[in-house]
Nanobody
Framework: QVQLVESGGGLVQPGGSLSLSCAAS????????MSWIRQESGKGRDFVAS????????YYADGVKGRFTISRDNSKNTVYLQMNDLKPEDTAVYYC???????????????????WGQGTQVTVAS
């Protein structure tokens, strides 16, 4: 059974930092794009960041560029999201996601992803 398990969410003040992890099990994703997607309460899912299979290429939503960093460790089948200078508008449930195969279409489209974690809540408030 394939599982993606996120951890590291929580409550943080504006300007603070959090580090999210996503550990995969059940299969290797070392040849897959891996991404973080978030969903604000009552809204649809939005692309946050993506990383290529070897970590050579990363992509970010405009609103998080310069503040968030995605990385991966294929030896641990794990992807990370370092979030700095957090803002109240970053409040959301953050999901780790992976496509069904290594050949993926639009990495920015949440509906292109096949495997999803259960999500971890990030709340930015004073």
């Amino acid at each position: 059974q394939v599982q993606l398990v996120e951890s590291g969410g929580g409550l943080v003040q504006p300007g603070g930092s959090l580090s999210l992890s996503c550990a995969a099990s059940g299969r290797s994703f070392s040849d897959h794009v891996m991404s973080w997607i978030r969903q604000e309460s009552g809204k649809g899912r939005d692309f946050v960041a993506s990383i290529s299979w070897n970590g050579a290429h990363t992509y970010y939503a405009d609103g998080v560029k310069g503040r968030f960093t995605i990385s991966r460790d294929n030896s641990k089948n794990t992807v990370y999201l370092q979030m700095n200078d957090l803002k109240p508008e970053d409040t959301a449930v953050y999901y780790c996601a992976a496509p069904e195969s290594e050949a993926m279409g639009n990495i920015f489209a949440p509906n292109e992803y096949y495997y999803w974690g259960q999500g971890t809540q990030v709340t930015v408030a004073s």
